[in-house]
């Protein structure tokens, strides 16, 4: 682990460098792309710009590059965004992000970050989104499932071959979760524990409300992945 601060109440083990929201980068470089390029590109205009805020190692990101997107990645982990390769990369914290007057078709925050335990991040991140959706453009936003914390602990094997085990989900007072997470892998192991608050559709909304963005369409049956556009 690197001599950076990690974020309060955000922490990870295992090899290589820990970022300072607790991910790992050689686990994130690791983990497979699940169906998020697929739902993205179900969603917006085809070659659409994105600013992907949170890309993390480029999980998502080269999927999209790939569909003919052009993304912007930002991520407030340089090492994370050394592993991206095709897009533009921004290191920055999302709430503090300066681009100018950049603005683009497409701005996504997925990975759950509107479930940020910190009521300032998270409407710093939900402002963010606000500031660079172009006027007619589009807001991509990944939302926990309502039973994500129900019968814990439990576990699910990837097809790629590791196992992902969500351990507990333990409240810390004002309505938040420290949620630990537990990744295996043959040759090695991870651990990230993060907060994380949970959000009814009725919280999520009026969050969206205050930044100045309204639900256009739940995208799935989930509710998970959810577009929105400004008001």
Sequence with gaps: MSG??????????GPGEITPDGCAVELYRRLAVNDEPDVIAAAVPAGSSVLELGSGAGRVTHPLIERG????????????????????????PIESLDLG???FDV??????????????VRDGLLRTCRRYVRDGGLVLIQRESEDSRVGLPRERVHPAG?????????PVGDGVDSVLCVYEFPDARWTQTFLSRPLSKEQFEGHLDAAGLRVDRYLTEDGVWVRAVPK
């Design 69 to 92: 997107f052009d993304v912007t990645a930002v991520d407030e982990s340089a090492r994370m965004l050394e592993q991206v390769r095709g897009a533009r990369t921004v290191c920055s």
């Design 4 to 13: 950076r601060v990690v974020r309060e109440g955000y922490s990870g083990t």
């Design 107 to 120: 701005v996504m925050l997925a990975s759950f970050l509107v479930h940020s335990g910190d009521h300032r």
């Design 101 to 103: 007057e950049e603005a």
């Design 162 to 170: 590791y196992t992902i085990r969500i351990v507990s989900a333990e």
